[in-house]
């Protein structure tokens, strides 16, 4: 009996050294409880934070993104820092204190192809595409060289996962000017569409060259072929000698259907010499043919206007276009029937720098600042606002919608930019510190130049995650 207990003991020990503990899944921070406030909710309830997480690291010294949530697997975060061996991306598992599951040495690869390191600080070309010049997964990164060309620019694209890199625009090739004409790129939410093309620097270069030559083409990136091509020759800008160097391009599709759209700042001058005025938005709406059936034909655009330095989000499922309206919340514009509705309007006081769109518009995820106490340089809130059930909004009334708004993260510093992911119902909130020293070249601000000032940022990042 005693040789008995003895057996079963030693067995039960050597099983207890075989057990791993199971990991704890920390519910961050924990030392600002009262900060971060995780929703609890009701049974079913789809909008409530069920988990939070959050990692501190150093970027690289870039005013881009550099947290990705998209094209990583469940649980996990893409984080792109600096390091002594360059600039590295890592895939983490968040749930064990972010446990690294994979380490891309992107400055390595980048070294060996020979590719300057200037794009750090941004050239103006790579200004035009600062935050795209990752893809949203945190997989590919773009980037621009003149060091091969005699009078344009190439765009190549690298895949960070293979080491390998592909050419798609050659402005020698094409002949664009470097001097004539820029490159626009643009990610759709899901990495899965890039949109690139030339774009001319200046409105005066609309009569100096044909139609032909202001193409942009849309790029699947599971299959790596041209899908479409868009020429955008009548979206000209009036003016002459308009510079169009602050051009923005977004895209999104669904199903087969693809919205582009170019933003162009309108500036006037006042006499106290301060900018106002607002932006010109050219939006495109288009099927993917079927093989076979491509075209370059000339599209027309659809016209509107929102206000300057807005962000915009572009949602092809529902044909909607959203941006912010300072003092007013945000504002969609359905493109079916051209009508504008306030769809989530917020108090005079608030300010919203980033948002997301949930589920075709019946929720929003807003980074929201107080005007009246932090200003827009101030730490922000991390915001939900829902739809209340059956509740709409008809385009031939000015009733405005009843939203419920609830905090989701108290004081989570200054928003980069907001991430949501419908696949795995999460959201990354990239938080940084602004420089607010930092200039591009000349950053003077006078009645005949422009200012040319751009927010750079320290390189004390925080990826923090929240999941549904």
């Known amino acids: 009996m005693r040789k008995n207990t003895i057996v079963l003991l030693v067995l039960a020990l050597l099983a207890g050294c075989r057990r791993v503990p199971e990991p704890k899944t920390m519910l961050l921070p924990e030392e600002e409880t009262e900060q971060g406030i995780a929703l609890e909710g009701e049974e079913g309830d789809r909008y409530a934070v069920r988990k939070m997480y959050s990692e501190d690291y150093e970027a690289i010294w870039y005013g881009g993104y550099t947290a990705f949530l998209p094209g990583t697997g469940e649980h996990q975060v893409r984080l792109a820092e600096s390091g002594t061996d360059g600039l590295r991306v890592r895939t983490l598992d968040y749930r064990y204190g972010f446990y690294e599951q994979g380490l ?7 070294a060996s192809l020979g590719i300057a390191a200037s794009w750090e600080m941004g050239t103006e070309d790579e200004q035009n595409m600062e935050t795209e010049f990752f893809s949203p ?5 773009l980037y621009i060289r003149t060091d091969q060309s005699y009078i344009g620019s190439r765009l190549y694209l690298m895949d960070l996962e293979s080491g390998t890199e592909k050419l798609l625009l050659d402005g020698d090739e094409g002949v664009y000017p470097v001097d004539h004409f820029m490159i626009l790129t643009a ?10 093309g030339f774009y001319p620097r200046d ?21 790596g072929e041209i899908v479409n ?33 170019t933003v162009l700042e309108q500036e006037e001058e006042m006499e106290n010499y301060m900018e106002t005025g607002n932006s010109l938005v050219n939006f495109f709406a288009q099927e993917i043919p079927r093989s076979g059936m491509e075209t370059e034909g000339v599209v027309l655009p659809e016209v509107a206007n929102c206000p300057r330095d807005t962000r915009l989000y572009l ?16 504002i969609s514009l359905n493109l079916e029937e051209g009508s504008y509705t306030n769809t989530m309007p917020v108090g005079p006081a608030k300010g919203i720098r980033d ?10 995820v807003v980074a929201e600042y107080d005007l009246d106490h932090v200003g827009e340089m101030g730490p922000q809130d991390i915001c939900l606002y829902t739809m209340e059930e059956n509740d709409g909004i008809s385009s031939d009334t000015e009733e405005m919608p009843n939203m419920t708004r609830r905090v989701l993260y108290q004081n989570a510093g200054y928003v980069i930019r907001l991430q949501y992911d419908p696949t795995y119902r999460r959201l990354l909130a990239e938080t940084g510190i602004p420089d607010l020293t930092a200039e591009i070249k000349n950053a003077q601000v006078s009645k005949n130049s422009e200012s040319n000032y751009r927010l750079m940022w320290d390189p004390n990042r925080r990826a923090l995650i929240l999941e549904f």
């Open 104 to 110: 891309l040495p992107v400055g390595e690869l980048m």
């Open 355 to 364: 948002f997301c769109v949930l589920d075709g518009g019946k929720a929003f």
């Open 187 to 196: 990610w759709s939410r899901d990495s899965s569409i890039l949109c690139y």
């Open 203 to 223: 409105a005066s270069v609309w009569d100096n060259y044909m139609g032909e030559k202001f193409l942009l083409y849309f790029r699947d990136m599971e299959t």
């Open 315 to 330: 949602d092809a499922e529902s044909d909607c276009i959203y941006f912010i309206s300072a003092g007013e919340g945000i």
């Open 137 to 141: 997964d945190g997989r590919y990164i």
């Open 229 to 261: 091509r868009l020429n955008y020759y009548y979206s000209r800008p009036g003016g002459e000698g308009k510079s169009l160097e602050g051009t923005r391009l977004y895209v999104d599709h669904y199903e087969r259907k693809l919205l582009t759209a």
